[in-house]
């Protein structure tokens, strides 16, 4: 680390009239050089990015073979520290502030790149934004150039894609007239849904909740299977002790009369029932319900 510090410096010393900037994008922040481009692509890849973060990819080389300078000049995902990426959706209206410190003119574009198809990476859906002449050699640079507006591909375009930090990016290229630099600019987006946080705390609520509804329904269903004792005491011989206090106030009056007729008739004809059943007769209707019910539970018994 020493030994390259210290290669820095003396390429920085070196160097120092290309420290001047093109365009420079202000915000949000884009891709910078780490240690993971530094072996991907070599030291002078590394050392021209570390001195002008705003430069173009020709004054890179040379570069490792697989260094792939036309996706944001090479600079990696995992190089970024991860408050850097943007968290997204389709269909965002978003701004890059731009400074066009050395206008160049030419065409330039924006759009949303997948990473992971390897290479230079492929467009979603069509270009965000174009220019034809942008930092123009004359006259004031546009309004439109220093806060420079597009608006993301809607969700049916990007589909599935952008679902993980690292997958996409958007980026503004821009050529000079003669095509002989080229300028590659990258800001890192996710999609919100799929935001590594959002899926964390999305778990974490639908583990809360699970719990929640699981035991709600328990709840409920034990007072069910509680319940079964209800339809037992309609079947006297299983529970007696439940039929008496149950089959009491549900014995219909009418069939109550029948069984205080019935026993009474009963009554009549022995001995031990006589004097029951006369008295019953000298109570009345209201009566005979009454014993109709005590004698019911007797019998029942
Ligand atoms: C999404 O964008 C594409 C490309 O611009 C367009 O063809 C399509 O109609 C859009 N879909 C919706 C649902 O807006
Ligand atoms: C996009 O920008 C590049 C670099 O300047 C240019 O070569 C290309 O023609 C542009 N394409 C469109 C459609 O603007």
Redesign the pocket.
């Known amino acids: 680390m020493v030994y390259i510090a210290a290669a820095f410096a003396l390429l920085g010393l070196a160097r120092l009239p290309a420290v001047l900037a093109h365009a420079r994008v202000n915000s949000p922040p884009i891709r910078t050089p780490g240690n993971d481009h530094l072996q991907k692509c070599g030291q002078p890849s590394f050392t021209t990015l570390d001195l002008d973060a705003t430069g173009h990819i020709e004054e890179q080389e040379p570069v490792n073979a697989g260094c792939e300078l036309t996706l944001c000049r090479g600079m990696l995902f995992s190089d970024q520290p991860a408050s850097n990426v943007q968290t997204v959706k389709a269909?965002q209206a978003m701004e890059m502030g731009i400074d066009c410190t050395i206008p160049h003119g030419g065409p330039a574009n924006v759009s949303l790149i997948d990473t992971t198809v390897g290479g230079a990476g492929a467009f979603i859906?069509?270009f965000l934004k174009t220019f034809d002449d942008f930092c123009p050699t004359t006259g004031p640079t546009p309004a439109d150039q220093t806060k420079l507006q597009y608006t993301l591909?809607?969700?049916?375009?990007i589909g599935n894609k952008c679902q993980k930090a690292g997958d996409c990016v958007v980026q503004l290229f821009w050529a000079t007239p003669d095509l002989s630099q080229n300028y590659y600019y990258c800001v890192d987006v996710v999609m919100a849904a799929a935001a590594p946080k959002a899926i964390a705390s999305t778990r974490r609520k639908i583990v809360k909740a699970k719990p929640t509804v699981a035991q709600a329904p328990k709840v409920v269903v034990k007072p069910t299977v509680n319940s079964t004792p209800a339809t037992i005491a309609v079947q006297p011989a299983v529970q007696p002790t439940v039929i008496a206090q149950v089959a009491v106030p549900a014995v219909p009056k009418k069939k109550a009369h029948h069984m205080a007729s019935a026993i009474s008739k009963f009554a009549t004809t022995t001995s031990v029932g006589r004097a029951s059943g006369t008295a019953l007769a000298a109570r009345g209707t209201t009566a005979k319900q009454n014993a109709g019910r005590r004698r019911a539970r007797i019998l029942w018994f």
Do not use: V
């Open positions: 269909s859906g069509s591909p809607n969700a049916t375009t």
